[in-house]
């Protein structure tokens, strides 16, 4: 036998390794019957969240890395869900953009009814004003965004975007799509905007 | 130590919780984060010398008690339980959790089998058990927690063991993993959004690198763990209900398949890490 084919057979075995070293793959259908049956007690409303958005399927099969075609049919789907402001003006107030950035309300099932508006909680992620030094690392830092773009229209609608639906400019993104998902309104959105992008803003002091 | 001694410490380690907790203040947030991880760990080195030093240990003594005293309907104790290890065996059994039960027909975890036996053998209503399972901030574990905090303590020094025999068994730790990576709910969040990466944080709060053996090993043999910020013990069922609640999920039902894959896809990462139960988290 050509010394290839035993490498190759070799290989082969090698990556078969033992049948308890590799978790076996699981059907998609058997997963989604998990989690139907892991929450009968939520109310019907509240069921409505279980379920996946094709994006969300197609990201979880590939662990967020999905191949070209893939990626580009996420972009265009996920382009085609921003919606802009009647004006046009995608700024907004950034000291209300602050509060949002600071808070982590709204949408976890001890929020309802709301005693406040849902929050952007971009600090639990983002390092954006350097005045708080309470921010996470899973996203990049934010510091001094708009001020390193020379605070420019491009960059302000890229932010905008951003903010609205990641996946529109990254596909499988981490980041929620909170316009997109509906948990920011369009008026919050541009808050957020100014405060990442305005040159009062502290993210750029 | 003392227990004035230990009342002394354990208060401090409180105060710069609430303090890392408050704080908003420039320059004062990280130095407390820092702080309060010391004394903590400070702590947790000495629990090991003197583990009564945990208030956990108190549901380890209470869950001891609720296994051993005839309650229920059926005015039985628990001491007739299979915890996989055969009916009553209680040591070295958590170590082995979750695991496939023949009775029952399926994989369970440790709150899952409690629950089991607290119906099969005492006769308690099971939807009743599971209505409300976990305590609110402030308040004491339920009973369920109370005996999962007795159960892996009796485990406590032992390695992290899951058998893997059955395929049920391998099925639920492929779903497991799957489950891991699954992005859902109205943050397109995922357990893998923070828990797929090395020295990530939100916020201040390190995030563990779950599917990471080496540190996967360091944190998962920990829980049950009395939980400073919640001042009670939470089970691993109690702390993944959490998470949901986080990525803004409904309410998970205690002992149902995701959470008991996913507990079995984090102790084969974990695999030989070991159990020291209950643990002490910020």
């Keep these: 036998m050509p010394a290839i084919f035993l490498v190759a057979l070799l290989t082969a075995l090698?990556?078969?390794?033992?049948?308890?070293?590799?978790?076996?793959?699981?059907?998609?259908?058997?997963?989604?019957?998990?989690?139907?049956?892991?929450?009968?007690?939520?109310?019907?409303?509240?069921?409505?969240?279980?379920?996946?958005?094709?994006?969300?399927?197609?990201?979880?099969?590939?662990?967020?890395?999905?191949?070209?075609?893939?990626?580009?049919?996420?972009?265009?789907?996920?382009?085609?869900?921003?919606?802009?402001?009647?004006?046009?003006?995608?700024?907004?107030?950034?000291?209300?953009?602050?509060?949002?950035?600071?808070?982590?309300?709204?949408?976890?099932?001890?929020?309802?009814?709301?005693?406040?508006?849902?929050?952007?909680?971009?600090?639990?992620?983002?390092?954006?004003?350097?005045?708080?030094?309470?921010?996470?690392?899973?996203?990049?830092?934010?510091?001094?965004?708009?001020?390193?773009?020379?605070?420019?229209?491009?960059?302000?609608?890229?932010?905008?975007?951003?903010?609205?639906?990641?996946?529109?400019?990254?596909?499988?993104?981490?980041?929620?799509?909170?316009?997109?998902?509906?948990?920011?309104?369009?008026?919050?959105?541009?808050?957020?905007?100014?405060?990442?992008?305005?040159?009062?803003?502290?993210?750029?002091? | 130590m003392s227990s004035a001694g230990r009342a002394a410490l354990w208060l401090s380690v409180c105060a710069l919780v609430v303090a890392f907790a408050a704080t908003r203040a420039p320059g004062l947030a990280q130095d407390a984060t820092d702080a309060s991880e010391k004394e903590i760990e400070r702590y947790r080195q000495m629990l090991k010398a003197d583990p009564w030093s945990n208030p956990a240990m108190l549901d380890v003594d209470r869950g001891e008690g609720l296994w051993k005293t005839p309650r229920g309907p059926k005015a039985t104790s628990l001491e007739a339980c299979d915890l996989g290890k055969g009916p009553g065996v209680v040591k070295g059994a958590f170590a082995e959790l979750p695991r496939y039960f023949a009775d029952a027909d399926r994989v369970m975890d440790a709150e899952a089998r409690i629950v089991w036996c607290m119906e099969k053998l005492q006769g308690f209503d099971r939807a009743a058990l599971l209505k409300k399972p976990y305590p609110g901030g402030g308040r004491a574990t339920k009973d369920i927690g109370a005996l999962a905090t007795y159960i892996a303590h009796e485990s406590n020094g032992l390695?992290?063991?899951?058998?893997?025999?059955?395929?049920?068994?391998?099925?639920?730790?492929?779903?497991?993993?799957?489950?891991?990576?699954?992005?859902?709910?109205?943050m397109d969040f995922a357990c893998a959004t923070c828990h797929a990466d090395q020295g990530k944080r939100i916020r201040l709060q390190g995030l563990p690198f779950l599917s990471k053996p080496a540190e996967a090993r360091k944190v998962v043999g920990d829980w049950p763990a009395y939980r400073v910020s919640s001042s009670h013990v939470m089970t691993m069922e109690h702390r993944i209900y959490d998470c949901f609640w986080q990525m803004r999920m409904p309410e998970v039902d205690l002992g149902s398949e995701v959470p008991v894959a996913l507990t079995m896809y984090l102790i084969k990462v974990a695999e030989g890490g070991e159990i020291n139960a209950p643990g002490l988290k910020r």
């Design chain 2, 159 to 186: 390695k992290l063991s899951p058998t893997l025999h059955h395929p049920k068994e391998k099925e639920a730790l492929a779903l497991g993993e799957a489950l891991f990576f699954r992005r859902g709910g109205p």
């Design chain 1, 14 to 205: 090698l990556y078969a390794g033992p049948a308890d070293a590799q978790a076996p793959a699981i059907d998609a259908a058997r997963m989604e019957a998990a989690v139907k049956r892991s929450w009968t007690q939520a109310s019907p409303e509240w069921q409505a969240r279980l379920g996946q958005d094709e994006t969300m399927v197609v990201c979880s099969e590939h662990r967020n890395s999905p191949p070209p075609a893939v990626a580009d049919a996420i972009l265009a789907r996920e382009r085609a869900s921003i919606k802009y402001p009647a004006d046009g003006k995608l700024m907004g107030d950034w000291k209300k953009g602050q509060k949002l950035a600071q808070s982590g309300y709204g949408g976890r099932f001890t929020d309802y009814p709301p005693r406040t508006e849902n929050g952007g909680n971009c600090y639990a992620c983002h390092q954006l004003s350097s005045n708080e030094l309470s921010f996470g690392t899973l996203g990049p830092s934010l510091l001094e965004y708009g001020k390193i773009r020379k605070f420019s229209d491009a960059d302000v609608k890229a932010v905008y975007d951003r903010i609205y639906n990641p996946q529109a400019a990254v596909a499988c993104a981490s980041m929620p799509r909170l316009g997109a998902g509906g948990h920011l309104s369009i008026e919050q959105i541009k808050d957020l905007v100014a405060y990442v992008m305005s040159p009062d803003s502290p993210v750029n002091k």
